[in-house]
């Protein structure tokens, strides 16, 4: 898929499919977020894998949304502070799983201290938390162009945010 195309047409994915993403999906995904740029290269972040069942309801019930991390398919907490570089980090993530047609949601946490118990962490913190699946209704990027998507975008004007000083 075309990087603008992508980035016009994903939307946040809330509610998944029961179909499984292969493993060298999963790989691509990961990878882009190792890919990321970060100041001095630090990469200051790891991922967990939340596969334990256990410990998925415990951080689904300290996240805004429960029910996007109990459908997903794939759980990512992105383990780090958060930041510029590991909101790269997550970007590159997100993209490359829209690449692929799996959906993503970024996750904010209700209860940060819940979320770090449910998945064993004491000193470290959760930048962020992501889930993916194949959407439970099948999206098609391509039926639109880029400037289409990003005309339907329900966002600001790019006037009202650029300003010449």
Known sequence: MDTWLAIAS????????????????????LDAGRLAGSAKNRQPWRFLLVEDESARARLADAVFEPTNVQGAR??????????LDTGRCAQNMLLAAWNAGVGSCPNGQRD??????????????????????YPARERHPERHTPEDWSARADRKALDELVERV
């Open 112 to 133: 940060p201290a819940a979320a770090r118990a449910a998945l064993g962490l004491e000193d470290e913190e959760i930048a962020a938390v992501l889930t993916f699946g």
């Open 74 to 83: 794939l759980v990512v907490a992105i383990v780090g502070r958060g930041g």
């Open 10 to 29: 994903r939307r946040e994915t809330r509610d998944y499919a029961q179909r499984a993403i292969p493993e060298n999906v999963v790989r691509t995904i």
